[in-house]
């Protein structure tokens, strides 16, 4: 999606730093009025090309456990001291939370998890998983930061680094 269509397609409603994954941004389409969460990211070098694939990657998977990318932009821009940098505009599906924010809040409370809860936690993991590992993917490390409480479908995994395996899908044909 081109950067000028990115910006007119939503409106920038606040950022939030509710869901513990640092930079999010809830925004909302103007067509349809849906929320999404957005994000940005800063990167030089040889850190363009790999974003990019994390997000083709992203772009590519598709499952209910799984906190789906609607789309990503890019753009390269200077600093001040002439310094080449791309800023990544990455555009998730909404979430209430993060699993951190909701264990941080019954912390404060000395409250636990509750276990239905609990459950819906882990066979929402477990099924992201076996999703991603179905095809192929390396997720990286799990981090409540990346699970997100997402309505009333529960959990939702946002891996936050995803690389194919081909060697792998090669021995399992």
Same mark, same amino acid.
């Given at each position: 999606?081109?950067?000028?269509?990115?910006?007119?397609q939503? %409106?920038?409603i606040c950022? /939030?730093? +509710?869901?513990?994954?640092?930079?999010?941004?809830?925004?909302?389409?103007?067509k349809?009025?849906? $929320?999404?969460?957005?994000?940005?990211?800063? $990167?030089?070098?040889?850190?363009?090309?790999?974003?990019? !694939?994390?997000c083709?990657?992203l772009?590519?998977?598709?499952?209910?456990?799984? +906190?789906?990318?609607k789309?990503?932009?890019?753009?390269?821009?200077? %600093?001040?001291?002439?310094?080449?940098y791309? /800023?990544f505009?990455m555009?998730?599906e909404?979430?209430?939370?993060s699993?951190?924010?909701?264990?941080?809040?019954?912390?404060?409370?000395?409250q636990?998890?509750?276990?239905?809860?609990?459950?819906? $936690?882990?066979?929402?993991?477990?099924?992201?998983i076996?999703?991603?590992?179905?095809?192929?993917?390396?997720?990286?490390?799990?981090?409540?930061?990346?699970?997100?409480l997402?309505?009333?479908?529960?959990?939702? +995994?946002m891996?936050n680094?995803?690389?194919?395996?081909?060697e792998?899908? !090669?021995k399992?044909?």
């Open positions: 999606m081109d950067y000028n269509l990115f910006r007119e939503y %409106d920038f950022l /939030k730093g +509710l869901k513990g994954e640092g930079e999010t941004w809830e925004i909302q389409d103007k349809n009025f849906r $929320l999404y969460d957005y994000v940005e990211v800063d $990167l030089r070098d040889e850190m363009i090309d790999k974003h990019k !694939k994390y083709d990657h772009m590519s998977l598709n499952h209910e456990k799984l +906190l789906n990318m789309s990503y932009t890019y753009l390269f821009k200077e %600093d001040i001291l002439d310094d080449p791309c /800023k505009y555009v998730f909404y979430s209430e939370s699993l951190f924010r909701e264990l941080q809040t019954l912390s404060m409370k000395n636990l998890l509750k276990p239905k809860m609990f459950l819906n $936690l882990f066979t929402s993991l477990l099924s992201s076996d999703y991603l590992h179905s095809m192929s993917v390396f997720h990286g490390n799990i981090q409540s930061n990346f699970v997100c997402h309505d009333k479908q529960g959990f939702k +995994l891996p680094y995803i690389k194919v395996i081909k792998y899908k !090669k399992k044909s």
